[in-house]
């Protein structure tokens, strides 16, 4: 099992950035597809990105293409979610998880999470 610690949310007007980040102990980070959900007030967690445990794949959610870039750097065990031009829909608790499996972009997929962090974006 892997333990997962997430951190960098706070409060940011819209437009702007924050870059979360989540590191990871317990057992060997680089054989681990890494992903982000979010979870809104009142709504389900969903899928908001992942990686592969090389780096080479990633994988977005329609609603932050193109805003939103995962990352993550093996060598420090951690990975990254730099969140650009947000929008006061991306408010939510953010969570990293991690997957045994080669791809993935469901809950299902992800057996290890984090304890999550707190995203607010005023308008």
């Known amino acids: 099992q892997v333990r997962l610690v997430e951190s960098g949310g706070g409060l940011v007007q819209a437009g702007g950035s924050l870059r979360l980040s989540c590191a990871a102990s317990?057992?060997?980070?680089?054989?681990?597809?890494m992903g982000w959900f979010r979870q809104a007030p009142g709504k389900e967690r969903e899928f908001v990105a992942s990686?592969?445990?090389?780096?080479?794949?990633?994988y977005y959610a329609d609603s932050v293409k193109g805003r939103f870039t995962i990352s993550r750097d093996n060598a420090k065990n951690t990975v990254y979610l730099q969140m650009n031009s947000l929008k006061p829909e991306d408010t939510a608790v953010y969570y990293c998880?991690?997957?045994?499996?080669?791809?993935?972009?469901?809950?299902?997929?992800?057996?290890?999470w984090g304890q999550g962090t707190q995203v607010t974006v005023s308008s």
């Open positions: 990686i592969s445990w090389s780096g080479g794949s990633t």
């Open positions: 998880a991690a997957s045994t499996l080669r791809y993935g972009v469901k809950l299902a997929d992800f057996a290890s």
């Open positions: 317990g057992r060997t980070f680089s054989g681990y597809t």
